[in-house]
């Protein structure tokens, strides 16, 4: 159920570039869903904080990239183009270990 949870909210997080409206948006959903599955209550709240902290960082509509192209002289979706790709990686490398903790917790 993490790395489920984290992906869906990784997508709503880039799509509306806020990581405290994507955490209002799914955490009571996700925390309910939580506890009547009993799943690791901890590790879901930290996969719903990692999922908005990466539309944060790489969504083309967020505010701190918005300002750091800005500040930069640089388009802001170019900027966002660029921040992308580690960012993709580092949500494949979470998806996995959310995939292995799932089953040692």
């Known amino acids: 159920m993490p790395p489920s ?3 869906l909210g990784s997508l709503i997080s880039y799509f509306i570039g806020s990581s405290w409206g994507t ?3 799914i955490m009571p959903f996700d925390i309910s ?3 009547v599955s009993g799943t690791s209550l901890p590790l879901v709240i930290g996969a719903i904080f990692a999922s908005g902290t990466f539309g944060a960082f790489a969504s083309p509509l967020s505010g701190n990239t918005t300002t750091t192209a ?3 002289d ?3 979706i170019a900027y966002s183009r660029y921040k992308l ?3 993709l990686i580092a949500v494949g490398i979470s998806t996995l270990l959310y995939t292995v903790i799932t089953f040692i917790l």
């Open 5 to 7: 949870l984290f992906l």
């Open 23 to 25: 955490w209002g948006i």
């Open 33 to 35: 869903l939580a506890q």
């Open 70 to 72: 800005q500040i930069l």
């Open 74 to 76: 640089l388009p802001t």
């Open 85 to 87: 790709k580690p960012a």
